[in-house]
């Protein structure tokens, strides 16, 4: 596992990273894997339906289900990744006091393990994969601590590149999430997911929107977002991040978005931004208002993670690259949603 330490990176790492990226898809024996979510027109789960129920379709191809089960039970690797940035200093003690009851009532020791990542201008590890709340926990209350001081050495010179939110911000958004899969989950079994909580503005990463889906997408990763957007912070006009291709060729560098102009950054849309992470990895987007405090938003999250459903198929192709998945019910007015491809 990686060292909190060994895990910010240094100038120039994550392009290396994306180079490396295993061009395989996670799950072995050419079996795909998906977890489904299924809902009714009221918005409640739905727990009794049977593995006749369902349908997947494959690049538009039928594919027989051949492993079906209801995730209630199984482990779970979660990660929560926090956006220390300046624009979210406010409403840090929130987020951090609602996560710590999450990981509460969410985290079975005997079964679930947890992570937890903060990122501003840099992405760093805060507590490596644990099953302990207690070591979470003392994670979380270092969380709006900058780097800048968690990182000096001895004479109290600075390790490693940044900076810290001390020195002219940024917000490492799309690297988080493609460190977290890359370097986390892509290792592990079974049932994973993260939560993002952000305003969705990156201003600092050096992979693009594209290539952080693609790699969550290849680690089998669902991520949760929640925007918790503070209106009277605002933000330097920094470029919008992230280079303009994506890895894989598929979505690049942000393609749906415009770029910012020049005098502002008026064309960043945070929300779009988290919609489409959590749209396209098979997990849910959720925003802090008056009507929807963080802790209902958790609330929610967990009741998803403890019903879900997890169908398996074998494609009846073999080509490589990206293939589209869409995921049905026979019972009418229910909406399942699921993550939408993957890599072969």
Same mark, same amino acid.
């Given at each position: 596992m990686l060292s909190r330490r060994n895990f910010l990176y240094l100038a120039g790492a994550l392009p290396a990273l994306a180079r490396a990226q295993d061009p395989k898809y996670s799950t072995s024996v050419n079996v795909v894997s998906v977890l489904a979510t299924v809902r009714d027109k009221q918005g409640k789960i739905v727990h009794d339906l049977a593995q006749d129920e369902?349908?997947?379709?494959?690049?538009?191809?039928? @594919?027989?289900?051949?492993?079906?089960?209801?995730?209630?039970?199984?482990?779970?690797?979660?990660?929560?990744?926090?956006?220390?940035?300046?624009?979210?200093?406010?409403?840090l003690d929130r987020e951090r006091s609602a996560s710590y009851e999450f990981f509460e009532h969410i985290l079975r020791e005997d079964k679930d393990k947890a992570f937890l990542i903060?990122?501003?201008?840099?992405?760093?590890?805060? @507590?490596?994969?644990?099953?302990?709340?207690?070591?979470?926990e003392a994670a979380l209350r270092e969380a709006d601590r900058p780097q800048l001081n968690r990182r000096s050495s001895?004479?109290?010179?600075?390790?490693?590149?940044?900076?810290?939110?001390?020195?002219?911000?940024?917000?490492?958004?799309?690297?988080?999430?493609?460190?977290?899969?890359?370097?986390?989950? $892509? $290792?592990q079994q079974g049932r994973k997911a993260v939560v993002l909580l952000s305003d969705g503005v990156d201003t600092n990463s050096k992979t693009s929107i594209g290539g952080a889906i693609e790699s969550a997408q290849r680690a089998d990763m669902l991520v949760y977002s929640i925007r918790f957007a503070d209106s009277d912070v605002s933000r330097s006009p920094v470029g919008f991040g992230g280079p303009g291709m994506g890895r894989g060729g598929?979505?690049?560098?942000?393609?749906?978005?415009?770029?910012?102009?020049?005098g502002g950054?008026?064309?960043?849309?945070?929300?779009?931004?988290?919609q489409r992470i959590s749209d396209e990895t098979g997990g849910s987007y959720f925003e802090v208002n008056g009507k929807m405090s963080i802790d209902k938003?958790?609330? @929610?999250?967990?009741?998803?993670?403890?019903?879900?459903?997890?169908?398996?198929?074998?494609?009846?192709?073999?080509?490589?690259?990206?293939?589209?998945i869409l995921v049905?019910?026979?019972r009418k007015n229910l909406t399942v949603r699921a993550r939408d491809g993957y890599y072969s």
């Open positions: 369902f349908a997947i379709q494959e690049d538009g191809h039928p @594919q027989s289900i051949r492993y079906f089960s209801q995730q209630s039970d199984l482990p779970l690797t979660l990660g929560l990744l926090i956006d220390t940035s300046g624009s979210q200093s406010r409403v903060h990122f501003d201008r840099e992405v760093e590890l805060l @507590q490596d994969l644990t099953s302990s709340r207690k070591e979470l001895g004479n109290g010179a600075p390790q490693g590149r940044g900076q810290g939110r001390g020195a002219g911000g940024g917000t490492a958004l799309y690297d988080s999430v493609f460190l977290a899969a890359d370097e986390i989950l $892509k $290792k598929r979505r690049g560098g942000g393609g749906r978005f415009p770029q910012p102009s020049a950054r008026s064309g960043v849309d945070g929300k779009k931004i988290l938003i958790y609330d @929610q999250i967990e009741e998803e993670l403890r019903n879900q459903y997890s169908l398996g198929y074998t494609p009846d192709q073999s080509s490589g690259g990206y293939h589209r049905s019910v026979k």
